[in-house]
T-cell receptor, first 115, second 115 residues
């Protein structure tokens, strides 16, 4: 079974700073997908970024980028120029490419951006 | 396109009752998945439906069931409610279950409180 671990329950940074959220996962699959979702106080789960395991190039979406280390099974999220609206719970998630496809989530990191 | 919608948004029930939650996917999306979110257990996969068939099922008791209609709308039902069923129930849709269609988009959730 796949597991996802987020070792930072809470983080806090000042507006405009850069912050990195950590995520590690365990799987025996060779191909899979990784995601970061954010959940603001409204509880709406919003996709931030996705990464396909067979792609070596790290995904980027505007101020959000990932550092995907397949051998180390690590998938960290970097938020540059952080904004107050980035305050949210951030979940790292894993999905197999084949078979029983479901999102397996980490426990989340509560990120607070301070003015 | 309109996003995933879920009704009702809030629900209060008493132990022993049953409840039905509804989810309408993004137009054109044929797969619907359900997740339960609680403070203690985090986000857990309930089941996925595609083309009116249950494709995957998580590790939940038989009191949790679901179905999907020909228009891809889905319902989940919980019978004989227990206090521990209090949670945020999230629905997510994706275009299909084909390779490359793994990204799931979430609705706002239904918050269920069991008294």
């Amino acid at each position: 079974a796949q597991t996802v671990t987020q070792s930072q329950p809470e983080m806090s940074v000042q507006e405009a700073e850069t912050v990195t959220l950590s995520c590690t996962y365990d799987t025996s699959e060779s191909n899979y997908y990784l995601f970061w979702y954010k959940q603001p106080p409204s509880r709406q789960m919003i996709l931030v970024i996705r990464q396909e395991a067979y792609k070596q190039q790290n995904a980027t979406e505007n101020r959000f980028s990932v550092n995907f280390q397949k051998a180390a099974k690590s998938f960290s999220l970097k938020i540059s120029d952080s904004q107050l609206g980035d305050t949210a719970m951030y979940f790292c998630a894993f999905m197999k490419d084949q078979g029983a496809q479901k999102l397996v989530f980490g426990q989340g990191t509560r990120l607070t951006i301070n003015p | 396109k309109a996003g995933v919608t879920q009704t009702p948004r809030y629900l209060i029930k008493t132990r022993g009752q049953q409840v039905t939650l509804s989810c309408s996917p993004i137009s054109g999306h044929r797969s619907v998945s359900w997740y339960q979110q609680t403070p203690g257990q985090g986000l857990q996969f309930l089941f996925e439906y595609f083309s009116e068939t249950q494709r995957n099922k998580g590790n939940f008791p038989g009191r949790f069931s679901g179905r999907q209609f020909s228009n891809s709308r889905s319902e989940m039902n919980v019978s004989t409610l227990e206090l521990g069923d209090s949670a945020l129930y999230l629905c997510a849709s994706r275009e299909s279950v084909a390779s490359g269609q793994e990204t799931q988009y979430f609705g706002p959730g239904t918050r269920l409180l069991v008294l």
